[in-house]
């Protein structure tokens, strides 16, 4: 008799990454339920017979990563068609390089959102790529997406997978074959789905299966961006990713999933073949302002793969260390994460409001105006330019 690969690593250490559902030999050994603290991770059913496969795909017990810091090459990047640069969350290199598989008869996977929450689905048509665009703030339910990657293989499709890191780790752990091209995000953590259904229910008086958002909207710039509240097509509201109260909890990882506080799978060189995520702090002179992208290439394959798409989008070639610098969850980032317990702890007894007034709140005005004096003139104008356009 052999343990689980939960009963191992247990659910502190469990990034959801459904690596051990994929790997399980029996179906309905493993479900994979939201917790209380709202993360989807496995629950062993009486159907184990405890053979202990699933621990061979668990990135946490499993590590491997044969990629090469020799590899690595780091650019600043953005296409050069307008149309996709609009509809993605920075430089719209994702859609770039998902064309490549589209248009030749691949399979792209990605994350895309179903009946509120996010899911990971295989695409082949160019007009589904509007799905898998833009950054989605949440866990996406990864399911058998990893053997469905294999069998495609076998079947001689060419396939590339985008997920967070400890997603990757595991793809590749399950999945080993040259016409595989994994993806991977600069991941801030995963936050809770919990806080954000009580979120929209006590805000929007709605069941999340009613709302879809846009957690990137770039109408008023891709460093200014907004978040966009939908009720299938109606837009509800729109809130600057400063003045959420939702997503301010979020980027002050107060509700994360534990293991992404000190993430085992934010490392140099990185598990994925190509890396991709928001330039923030990038310089002037490397920057679009409509978007722009780092890349980061990992392996040969990667190389390959961006040679392919050099002609259809700007790039120039950067440090790691320019990189790094406004992107420190690129490499061995450690979170803080002295409130979650607390905050666990009120959660059921409290409103969102009141959760956000104890322990994520706004800075004062005064406070804004010592240490971020350009948001401030930023805001100011943004009000005045409403007030003008109201007449």
Same mark, same amino acid.
């Given at each position: 008799?052999?343990?689980?690969?939960?009963?191992?690593?247990?659910?502190?250490?469990?990034?959801?990454?459904?690596?051990?559902?994929?790997?399980?030999?029996?179906?309905?050994?493993?479900?994979?339920?939201?917790?209380?603290?709202?993360?989807?991770?496995?629950?062993?059913?009486?159907?184990?017979?405890?053979?202990?496969?699933?621990?061979?795909?668990?990135?946490?017990?499993?590590?491997?990563?044969?990629?090469?810091?020799?590899?690595?090459?780091?650019?600043?990047?953005?296409?050069?068609?307008?149309?996709?640069?609009?509809?993605?969350?920075?430089?719209?290199?994702?859609?770039?390089?998902?064309?490549?598989?589209?248009?030749?008869?691949?399979?792209?996977?990605?994350? #895309?959102?179903?009946?509120?929450? /996010?899911?990971?689905?295989? *695409?082949?048509?160019? $007009?589904? =790529? +509007? !799905?898998?665009? %833009?950054? #989605?703030?949440?866990?996406?339910? /990864?399911?058998?997406?990893? *053997?469905?990657?294999? $069998?495609? =293989? +076998? !079947?001689?499709? %060419?396939?590339?997978?985008?997920?967070?890191?400890?997603?990757?780790?595991?793809?590749?752990?399950?999945?080993?074959?040259?016409?595989?091209?994994?993806?991977?995000?600069?991941?801030?953590?995963?936050?809770?789905?919990?806080?954000?259904?009580?979120?929209?229910?006590?805000?929007?008086?709605?069941?999340?299966?009613?709302?879809?958002?846009?957690?990137?909207?770039?109408?008023?710039?891709?460093?200014?961006?907004?978040?966009?509240?939908?009720?299938?097509?109606?837009?509800?509201?729109?809130?600057?990713?400063?003045?959420?109260?939702?997503?301010?909890?979020?980027?002050?990882?107060?509700?994360?999933?534990?293991?992404?506080?000190?993430?085992?799978?934010?490392?140099?060189?990185?598990?994925?073949?190509?890396?991709?995520?928001?330039?923030?702090?990038?310089?002037?002179?490397?920057?679009?302002?409509?978007?722009?992208?780092?890349?980061?290439?990992?392996?040969?394959?990667?190389?390959?793969?961006?040679?392919?798409?050099?002609?259809?989008?700007?790039?120039?070639?950067?440090?790691?260390?320019?990189?790094?610098?406004?992107?420190?969850?690129?490499?061995?980032?450690?979170?803080?994460?002295?409130?979650?317990?607390?905050?666990?702890?009120?959660?059921?007894?409290?409103?969102?409001?009141?959760?956000?007034?104890?322990?994520?709140?706004?800075?004062?005005?005064?406070?804004?105006?010592?240490?971020?004096?350009?948001?401030?003139?930023?805001?100011?104008?943004?009000?005045?330019?409403?007030?003008?356009?109201?007449?």
């Amino acid at each position: 008799m052999k343990l689980s690969a939960i009963e191992v690593i247990t659910y502190d250490k469990c990034t959801g990454c459904y690596g051990c559902l994929n790997t399980c030999p029996v179906h309905g050994a493993i479900e994979f339920k939201l917790t209380d603290e709202g993360f989807y991770k496995p629950f062993i059913t009486d159907e184990c017979i405890h053979c202990g496969y699933c621990q061979e795909g668990c990135p946490v017990i499993e590590k491997e990563n044969d990629n090469l810091k020799e590899d690595l090459e780091v650019y600043s990047c953005w296409s050069k068609d307008e149309e996709i640069l609009k509809n993605s969350s920075s430089g719209g290199i994702f859609s770039e390089l998902a064309k490549v598989y589209l248009e030749n008869d691949g399979v792209v996977f990605g994350a #895309k959102w179903q009946d509120g929450e /996010i899911v990971h689905i295989g *695409i082949t048509k160019l $007009e589904e =790529l +509007k !799905e898998l665009q %833009k950054s #989605k703030y949440l866990q996406s339910k /990864i399911e058998y997406s990893y *053997i469905k990657v294999k $069998e495609l =293989l +076998k !079947e001689g499709k %060419k396939v590339l997978f985008v997920g967070t890191p400890c997603e990757i780790a595991s793809l590749n752990l399950i999945v080993k074959d040259e016409n595989l091209v994994a993806v991977d995000l600069i991941c801030h953590g995963i936050p809770s789905y919990t806080t954000y259904q009580k979120y929209i229910r006590e805000n929007f008086n709605l069941n999340i299966k009613n709302i879809i958002v846009d957690f990137r909207n770039k109408d008023t710039g891709w460093e200014n961006y907004n978040l966009t509240f939908k009720d299938k097509d109606k837009i509800i509201i729109k809130n600057n990713h400063r003045e959420d109260i939702w997503f301010r909890g979020f980027l002050q990882n107060i509700y994360l999933n534990k293991p992404c506080y000190n993430c085992e799978f934010r490392v140099i060189p990185r598990v994925a073949d190509i890396t991709l995520g928001d330039f923030w702090g990038v310089p002037q002179e490397l920057k679009n302002p409509k978007g722009t992208s780092i890349v980061t290439i990992n392996t040969k394959k990667g190389r390959e793969l961006f040679e392919k798409i050099k002609n259809n989008i700007e790039y120039m070639e950067t440090t790691f260390e320019v990189a790094h610098k406004g992107n420190p969850c690129l490499y061995n980032h450690k979170l803080n994460a002295s409130k979650r317990e607390k905050f666990y702890k009120d959660f059921p007894n409290k409103s969102f409001e009141e959760l956000h007034k104890k322990y994520f709140p706004f800075p004062s005005f005064f406070i804004k105006c010592i240490f971020f004096p350009r948001r401030v003139l930023g805001f100011l104008k943004r009000k005045i330019i409403k007030i003008i356009k109201r007449g």
